[in-house]
């Protein structure tokens, strides 16, 4: 077992797909950070008054992300096959607190 503070990689996505099966795989990602963000912000909200800075740019940024990737797809041929790779890296945050 490797010690836990050892940046860690776990696979999240390694295949090849068509646009539309890509469109789907990845805009639902996306669509699943955006409503956390969406959750974390009405939590902030409704147990301290003011919602939460950090998840409401976080949450515009993915959208952006999102019109960004929905562009670029629908500009690949129906059927063009594609390789997506997404690998999370996962390390100590050694500057912040708990």
């Not at 990689?9 to 469109?23: M, N, Q, R, S, Y």
């Not at 699943?32 to 969406?38: E, G, R, S």
């Not at 912000?41 to 992300?65: C, H, P, W, Y």
């Amino acid at each position: 077992m490797q010690n836990e503070k050892t940046p860690q990689k776990f696979v999240l996505i390694d295949g090849t797909f068509t646009p539309e099966e890509a469109k789907e795989v990845i805009t639902n990602l996306l669509e699943f950070k955006v409503q956390f963000h969406n959750r974390e912000n009405f939590s902030s909200e409704i147990r301290q008054g003011k919602g939460n800075e950090k998840s409401v740019q976080r949450r515009d940024q993915l959208l952006k992300t999102k019109d960004n990737f929905t562009d670029f797809i629908a500009g690949i041929p129906s059927g063009q096959p594609l390789h997506i790779q997404s690998v999370i890296h996962i390390e100590l945050d050694v500057c912040s607190a708990i």
